[in-house]
């Protein structure tokens, strides 16, 4: 009698375990000043899931992250040297769904000491900013 009961919960527990995972997907661009980037690493993550994909942008900006798992909690993240890191956090991927997130990326403000006087050797500290940045001809 042990035997017949046991068949069937196994039967059922393997059935269970073979249905597949929900998945969606979620793709898009980076953008600097409204022109994309290429270049940039990007970084999907879902810490509940422990789950981390990374991609990089192709020539025209894009990435894209398929078959990832239907959940809530996801954080999109966009980085490249010289850039201020682009975060999306929040992002619900839905069964059967792809959703399109465009990250801007911002200029980073730097400072660097010149050598004004070379006789002298007085530094002097100019700050250029990202708007000086964005007004230099290209």
């Known amino acids: 009698m042990a035997r017949s009961l046991l068949l069937p919960v196994l039967l059922a ?3 269970t375990a073979a249905q597949p ?3 969606g997907a979620i793709a898009g661009k980076v953008v600097l000043t409204g022109d994309v980037l290429p270049g940039v690493v990007v970084t999907l993550t879902n810490d509940r899931l422990r789950y981390t994909r990374t991609v990089v942008t192709g020539v ?4 894209s992250f398929d078959s990832v798992t239907a959940a809530a909690g996801y954080r999109l993240t966009a980085s ?3 850039l201020s890191r682009a975060t999306k956090r929040g992002i619900e991927i839905h069964a059967d769904t792809a959703q399109e997130v465009t990250l ?8 660097h000491t010149f ?7 007085e ?15 290209y």
């Open 21 to 23: 995972v929900p998945q």
């Open 115 to 121: 050598v004004e006087n070379e006789a002298r050797r």
């Open 60 to 63: 025209d900006g894009r990435y």
């Open 80 to 82: 490249l040297e010289g």
């Open 13 to 15: 527990t393997i059935a």
């Open 104 to 111: 801007a990326m911002k200029l980073v403000p730097c400072t």
């Open 123 to 137: 530094p002097a500290t100019y700050v250029i900013t990202a708007e000086m940045l964005g007004n230099l001809p």
